[in-house]
């Protein structure tokens, strides 16, 4: 079973940066797809950038050219670097996996990290 642990959220302020991580672990699994998703209180969980194996990105057109994901295929991580960051980023950040442990496809999600930015 495969389980996402993140980490590197936290207070900055308006302006500043932040970089939040993802470590995968388990057994005998693949993954393909690494992505983020943020979500506040009473609203939907959004996407926010995904990364897949071979490297190619994608962004949310409200983090593009201020977010930078990436991902070490060896130590199954995943990285989102938040630049020029804006109070409208403050939310609980998710690691998502996508990928294949030898039996079948698999989603997961990690626990969130909060990340604040402040006016």
């Known amino acids: 079973q495969v389980q996402l642990v993140e980490s590197g959220g936290g207070l900055v302020q308006a302006g500043g940066s932040l970089t939040v991580s993802c470590v995968a672990s388990g057994s005998a699994f693949q993954i393909n797809d690494l992505g983020w998703y943020r979500q506040n209180p009473g609203k939907q969980r959004e996407f926010v950038a995904t990364?897949?194996?071979?490297?190619?990105?994608a962004y949310a057109n409200s983090v593009k050219d201020r977010f930078t994901i990436s991902r070490d295929n060896v130590k199954n991580t995943v990285s989102l670097q938040m630049n020029s960051l804006k109070a409208e980023d403050t939310a609980v950040y998710y690691c998502n996996a996508r990928g294949f442990d030898g039996s079948a496809g698999f989603t997961v999600w990690g626990q969130g990290t909060q990340v604040t930015v402040s006016s």
């Open positions: 990364i897949s194996r071979g490297g190619g990105a």
